[in-house]
T-cell receptor
């Protein structure tokens, strides 16, 4: 697989601040990237995606940035709220198939 | 729309027994389903790709005889953990593909092997 199982890094932010979560992907042949949010004991929930021919995409309160040169993705969450507390994963899809491979993930805690 | 369910949501079994987990796409047909395993505080690891009517494709390092996958219809895939042992205890998550770029995830099944 593309990802490595490591313990989750953590990020704590104050409510109302902006959050930036980073992800390094491994396969330069990946052409599609997705950010997921996972709450404890649940399956991943789609947040936002981006294709490799783009370097930025905005959604509601979220922005994804893609830097293909260094194989780096970031997720920016504006005005972070307590409900944003969760684990966030990036996933990549190599252009050789339709499998998704997940990154390490980051545990986000929002402090009220 | 695009809801995926899993059954059971949790299961406890004795070492040496087999456990079957079902993954269903409730409101769409999925020619492809995927099975992931997630250990505590770790990422989702893709185990296998399940295509309706054909044999599953397993990721490197995943034992196909240990984790039997059947995708008998466009709305149902099953994962059977055979002769389960405590190290198989994990959170098993399936997803169903609606299109090339879309996967919808189930809520997961917590397996505990005693």
């Amino acid at each position: 697989g593309e990802s490595v199982g490591l313990h989750l890094p953590t990020l704590s932010v104050q409510e109302g601040d902006n959050s930036i979560i980073n992800c390094a992907y491994s396969n330069s042949a990946s052409d599609y990237f997705i950010w997921y949010k996972q709450e404890s004991g649940k399956g991943p929930q789609f947040i936002i995606d981006i294709r490799s021919n783009m370097d930025k995409r905005q959604g509601q309160r979220v922005t994804v940035l893609l830097n293909k040169t260094v194989k780096h993705l970031s997720l920016q969450i504006a005005a972070t709220q307590p409900g944003d507390s969760a684990v966030y994963f990036c996933a990549e899809r190599p252009n050789t198939g339709n499998q998704f491979y997940f990154g390490t993930g980051t545990s986000l805690t929002v402090i009220p | 729309g695009a809801v995926v369910s899993q059954h059971p949501s949790w299961v406890i079994c004795k070492s040496g027994t087999s456990v079957k987990i079902e993954c269903r796409s409730l409101d769409f047909q999925a020619t492809t389903m995927f099975w992931y395993r997630q250990f505590p505080k770790q990422s989702l690891m893709l185990m296998a790709t399940s295509n309706e009517g054909s044999k599953a494709t397993y990721e490197q390092g995943v034992e196909k005889d240990k984790f039997l996958i059947n995708h008998a219809s466009l709305t149902l895939s099953t994962l059977t953990v055979t002769s389960a042992h405590p190290e198989d205890s994990s959170f098993y998550i399936c997803s169903a593909s609606l299109s090339y770029n879309e996967q919808f995830f189930g809520p997961g099944t917590r397996l505990t092997v005693l």
